[in-house]
């Protein structure tokens, strides 16, 4: 089946440590993204990428980083600059279906990253 | 980017329709309107998505009004699997889409 994996589950991090996050999709789509969502609140956008070797950073992209090398794969790096990076990061993507419009987004099930 | 507003939380039994409005005001001529579930620790769901009039589905109706400054979200015949949050996005190709807090929807038996 298609769809998005976001590994791992769960992740710990001690502080000053940097982590990454994995996403890898097998639904051929060309933009992908990362959230991240805070106890109780909605999506806040952090990266997104619509091709290869390209990406934008969104509202909260501080203390992030990401890479597009692969169509497949967009994966997220929590750096020590990121000063409060427990939360659920959540990884989308999307494709355009033409005529100016996109399919929607699908999302991966999430990686739950604590500091400890 | 155009701005949604969303009740905070609603209520309902079960075997009730909901509906659930969304303004978004600034809304642009390319925006299409896009709506989401999202169950606890999980990633959200499309639900729905239309542009104008109407739009229907296996799960859910989409009414969206001429002027297109708001839509409705509405489902029918909710079950307590229909407890979750519900999100109303804007937006258009070549933009990422901006999720704000969402409708928390609880359904009673």
């Known amino acids: 089946d298609g769809g998005i994996t976001q590994s791992p589950k769960y992740l710990f991090r001690k502080e000053g440590q940097n982590v990454t996050l994995s996403c890898e999709q097998n639904?051929?789509?060309?933009?992908m993204y990362w959230y991240r969502q805070d106890p109780g609140q909605g999506l806040r956008l952090i990266y997104y990428s619509q091709i290869v070797n390209d990406f934008q950073k969104g509202d909260i992209a501080e203390g992030y980083s990401v890479s597009r090398e692969k169509k497949e794969s967009f994966p997220l790096t929590v750096t020590s600059a990121q000063k409060n990076p427990t939360a659920f990061y959540l990884c989308?993507?999307?494709?355009?279906?033409?005529?100016?419009?996109?399919?929607?987004?699908?999302f991966g099930s999430g990686t739950r990253l604590t500091v400890v | 980017l155009a701005k949604t507003t969303q009740p905070i939380s609603m209520d309902s039994y079960e075997g009730q329709e909901v509906n659930i409005t969304c303004s978004h005001n600034?809304?642009?001529?390319?925006?299409?309107i896009t709506w989401y579930q999202q169950f606890p620790s999980q990633g959200p769901r499309f639900i729905i998505q239309g542009y104008k009039t109407k739009v229907t589905n296996e799960v859910a109706s989409l009414f969206i009004p001429a002027d297109r400054k708001s839509s409705t979200l509405s489902l029918p015949r909710v079950s307590l699997s229909d407890t979750a949050v519900y999100y109303c996005l804007v937006g258009d190709v070549g933009r990422a889409l901006t999720f704000g807090s969402g409708t928390r929807l609880q359904v009673q038996p």
């Open positions: 600034n809304i642009a001529t390319n925006d299409y």
């Open positions: 989308a993507s999307s494709i355009d279906l033409g005529s100016g419009r996109r399919i929607g987004y699908t």
């Open positions: 639904l051929n789509h060309d933009a």
